[in-house]
Nanobody
Framework: QVQLVESGGGLVQAGGSLRLSCAASGRTFRSYVMGWFRQPPGKERTRVAS????????YYTDSVKGRFTISRDNAKNTLYLQMNNLKPEDTAVYYCAAGGGFDSFQYWGQGTQVTVSS
């Protein structure tokens, strides 16, 4: 089992940048595929990006390609999401998640709010 705690959210103007972090407890972080998801107000939660166990494989939803970068530091048990050129439509609660595969996430953090003003 793994516990996840996100940080780094906040209010930023359009065009700005934020870096989200997700700290994982336990010694098994490297055994999980990790992902970032987001849930805008009144909408469903969707995947933003995901990364393989050693970071060699990444996935991004089309709307963030070229703007967001997912990465992980297995020595620090930490997942990151660098978000550049933010847009108002990126406003959402962002969650990190851990799982056994790219389509199977069992563990979730509590979320961190990202608000992008126009």
């Amino acid at each position: 089992q793994v516990q996840l705690v996100e940080s780094g959210g906040g209010l930023v103007q359009a065009g700005g940048s934020l870096r989200l972090s997700c700290a994982a407890s336990g010694r098994t972080f490297r055994s999980y595929v990790m992902g970032w998801f987001r849930q805008p107000p009144g909408k469903e939660r969707t995947r933003v990006a995901s990364i393989g166990r050693i970071g060699g494989i990444t996935y991004y939803t089309d709307s963030v390609k070229g703007r967001f970068t997912i990465s992980r530091d297995n020595a620090k048990n930490t997942l990151y999401l660098q978000m550049n050129n933010l847009k108002p439509e990126d406003t959402a609660v962002y969650y990190c998640a851990a799982g056994g595969g790219f389509d199977s996430f069992q563990y979730w953090g509590q979320g961190t709010q990202v608000t992008v003003s126009s």
